[in-house]
Structures are given as C-alpha cells and as structure tokens.
C-alpha cells in the first residue's frame, strides 16, 4: 500500500530533530490516531525559511509527510509555502489519500501552516503569554 519513498522516508526522516533557536515553534496532533508532529523554523532575509526541522510520532504518512514537506518548503518564503494546498501535500506524497488517510497526510502542512499564521498576525493581537517561539496549538 506505501510507495517504497513514503516508507524511506519513514524510515530515515529528512530534517528531524529541533531547532534550538527557532523563530517559529508549533505543535499538532490527530488525537483520533495519536499521530503527532512539531516543527521549528528559522527565518533569514525576507522571510525565507533557512533551516526546519521536525519532531513527531505516528503512522508512515503522517511522519514521511513531514519529512517530505520540510524538504520541500526549505528556502521558500513563507508568502509562497502559505499556498501550498493539499493537492500538493497529495503530489508530494504519490499516493491517493482515502478519507482517513488525508488527517495525516495534511497534518504537517496545519501545523506549519499554524505556524506561518502566528509569525505574521502582530504581537500586539497575540494573547500576551504567546510568543513566535513559543506557539503550541493542537488541532
């Protein structure tokens, strides 16, 4: 059922581990499987992501999903990687997703997508304890 990259990645995950000096921090989990993933980012210059990394546990997409997004939106601006849609999340992943199945496939794209929404709403609209660095929302 898993095309042999999903399991490679699943197996020997690209960008894992965290980033001690992340601009972004964010949390997600499917509590309907318990698969889970956060995802830290450090900015440069225009908002392009230099560097990301993930953490997470779960079911061979979910976690080959990570991998693979991560991959993919290095050296993006966060503008273009906001559009970044299932469709795409789909084509990265090379297989058909069932209903069941797109909960985790799109995991990492909500949460680094929760991410990219708190880095640009001002501070002054944030609640006062939260910070880039410190964003933990569950889906």
């Known amino acids: 059922i898993y095309r042999e990259h999903i399991l490679s990645h699943y197996r020997n ?5 965290t980033l001690v000096n992340a601009d972004t921090r964010m949390k997600s989990e499917n509590p309907l499987c318990g698969d889970r ?7 440069g210059h225009r908002k392009v992501i230099e560097d990301i990394r993930f953490m ?9 999903a990570a991998s693979l997004l991560t991959d ?10 906001a559009t ?12 058909p997703l069932s209903a069941t199945r797109m909960k985790c496939g799109m995991l990492a794209l909500v949460t680094l997508k929760k991410g ?9 609209r944030r609640r006062s304890n939260q910070t880039p660095r410190d964003i933990y929302r569950y889906s």
């Open 13 to 17: 995950p690209h960008n894992f581990g």
């Open 37 to 43: 993933v956060e995802i830290s980012l450090t900015l």
């Open 56 to 64: 997470g546990e779960g079911c061979a997409i979910s976690q080959a």
């Open 72 to 81: 993919y939106v290095k050296g993006k601006s966060l503008r273009s990687v």
């Open 84 to 95: 970044i849609d299932e469709e795409t999340m789909v084509d990265l992943l090379g297989i």
């Open 116 to 124: 990219i929404a708190m880095n640009q709403t001002p501070r002054s």
